[in-house]
């Protein structure tokens, strides 16, 4: 692997996401880890990622020296840059003028294999305070700045290059570009990292699992990550797996569907349905409280799939249960091995001793965006592999009230009809998610037709996010609105009102509980 080294800023993962997309696989590795287990890993290359700390600051993260001895290429990026030229006998200084967003790269006369012919002045983010004012003996300075005279600098014959701004960044446009030379022309690594040999070598590694008696067990959620992984461990051990899928009635409109009808014709999946949902509304019945609503859903799910799980243990055999966790959760629960922090209900976290599985997670390699090609090429559903996230308590924490069945109904249909406006007016790719959220317990008065209303509001709540950690409310175009608000009134005897949730996160949540 190209191994990425976190300096500590939120930029790793991101490094790791585009070295990638230039099809060269990566992993992040935190900067405490010693030199040779990094070299253990027989690295392609290393990526030395930015961080927020000043290389002069007292107990500042540094480099080993040892790594620039070992015949690795290495990359360095802003602080990484700044470790590369210190450990290499280049001077570093607090510069004092501190450089931070957009700012302009003039590509030097010999602007070498990294910034040859790209425009000789282009757009790049940057922030830093302290910059290379010398490169180390053997470099070539090859791109400077307004606040950094060494803004990049390579030395091909030791296969060693840097840059003080962020190439991982859309504001650098350039940016990928520059990354890819850097692994194709100067660390010279094969970019063979496609869906293919993913799905190739994934189904191999299920397979040496489970081997070649062993059964399995999936919890399909509607949502992509257990359906792909489901459909990577169908296509290892065929009918060995069994997919077990939970309907606790709080789904959207046609989510059962997908995962019943299109999910198994797609991969011929062997699937038990729970049919849950009377339950379900029996244990919240005149249930308000958020958290209280999710403590139910919670206990009520692990019970549903558990009951399922020992039928098809006892029936069948299982020995191995599926789990749909991705790359950045391994990484933020510290890495390396070990099963990565269960976040949330449906990836339950609570069996009983007595149902002991083993954990098969064929997506703990995998980014979201890959989840989604390897869904696509191994031909499933667009509806579940480009499904936006859907929250496991469902409708459920989207009734601000109780839940009962109407509201349901109610809440689905405007749902509905504010997805299909959404896909139709192509803004799928805009938002992040847009939860539509029924205000139960508010009535307004309105006039339709010739009578007096007095019913209920939906909040839209569309948001634009990298990652839902922090979110922007998405300005939608005026005429999308209008139709979604048409249509709801028009269409939901319930609703006379729609109404926009303009509040970003923080301080909102995306969801209203
Ligand atoms: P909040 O509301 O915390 O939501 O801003 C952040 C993201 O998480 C989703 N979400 C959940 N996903 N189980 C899930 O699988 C949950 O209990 C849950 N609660 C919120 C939410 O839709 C958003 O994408």
């Not at 990425?4 to 991101?14: E, I, K, M, N, P």
């Not at 990049?152 to 060693?160: G, S």
């Not at 922090?341 to 979201?368: C, M, W, Y």
Request: glycine share 10%; with cysteine.
């Amino acid at each position: 692997p190209v191994l990425v080294v976190d300096y500590g800023a939120q930029y790793a993962q991101l490094i790791a996401r585009r070295v990638r997309e230039a099809q060269v696989y990566s992993e992040v590795v935190p900067h405490t880890t010693p030199v040779d287990e990094m070299l253990a890993k027989d690295p392609a290359a290393i990526v030395l990622s930015g961080g927020p700390a000043s290389v002069y600051a007292e107990g500042a993260p540094s480099i080993d020296a040892a790594l620039f001895d070992a015949g690795v290429p290495v990359f360095g990026i802003c602080y990484g840059f700044q470790l590369m030229a210190g450990a290499l006998g280049g001077t570093v200084a607090h510069t004092g003028d501190r450089e931070y967003g957009r700012t302009e790269l003039s590509v030097a006369g010999d602007a070498g294999r990294l910034h040859g012919d790209l425009p000789d002045a282009h757009p790049v983010w940057m922030s830093h305070g302290d910059g290379v004012t010398k490169a180390p003996e053997g470099f070539t300075v090859t791109a400077s700045s307004p606040g950094a005279p060494v803004a990049a600098f390579e030395d091909v014959d030791r296969r060693f290059a840097g840059v003080q701004y962020h190439p991982e960044v859309g504001h650098s446009p350039h940016g990928q570009e520059v990354l890819r030379r850097f692994l194709r022309d100067v660390a010279r690594v094969p970019a063979d990292w496609n869906t293919a040999n993913i799905i190739d070598e994934t189904v191999e590694a299920v397979r040496r699992q489970v081997g070649p008696e062993g059964r399995a067990i999936c919890g399909l959620s509607g949502g992509v990550d257990s359906a792909v992984a489901a459909a990577l461990v169908q296509r290892a051990i065929g009918d060995r797996l069994t997919c077990v899928f939970v309907d606790h009635g709080l789904l959207r409109e046609g989510e059962r569907g997908q995962v019943e009808r299109d999910f198994v014709a797609a991969t011929g999946v062997d699937l038990v349905t729970v049919d849950a949902a009377e339950t379900f509304l029996r244990e919240l019945q005149g249930v308000v409280d958020p958290e209280e609503k999710r403590k139910i859903i919670g206990r009520e799910f692990i019970r549903a799939f558990e009951g399922a799980a020992r039928d098809v243990a006892q029936g069948k055999g299982a020995d191995f249960l599926v789990q749909g966790t991705l790359y950045p959760d391994v990484v933020e629960s510290g890495g390396g091995s070990g099963a990565a922090t269960i976040k949330s209900h449906h990836n339950v976290g609570g069996l009983p001793d007595d149902l002991q599985f083993s954990l098969v997670e064929p997506l703990r390699a995998l980014f979201k965006d890959e989840v989604r090609r390897v869904g696509a090429e191994l031909g499933l559903p667009e509806t579940i592999v480009r499904r936006q996230p859907f929250p496991g308590p469902g409708l459920a924490i989207r009734i601000i009230g109780a839940v009962d069945a109407e509201r349901l109904a109610t809440l689905r249909r405007a749902d509905a009809i504010a997805r299909e406006e959404l896909t139709s007016a192509g803004l799928d790719d805009v938002i992040w998610q847009c939860p539509v959220v029924l205000l139960a317990d508010v009535r307004s008065v309105g006039v339709q037709g010739d009578g007096r209303t007095y019913g209920h509001p939906v909040v839209l709540r569309p948001v634009s996010s990298e990652d839902a950690m922090t979110a922007d409310w998405t300005r939608l175009p005026y005429d999308a609105l209008e139709r979604i608000s048409t249509r709801i009134t028009n269409e939901c005897a319930e609703i006379n009102r729609v109404v926009l949730d303009v509040t970003s996160k923080p301080p909102g949540t995306i969801e209203w509980e």
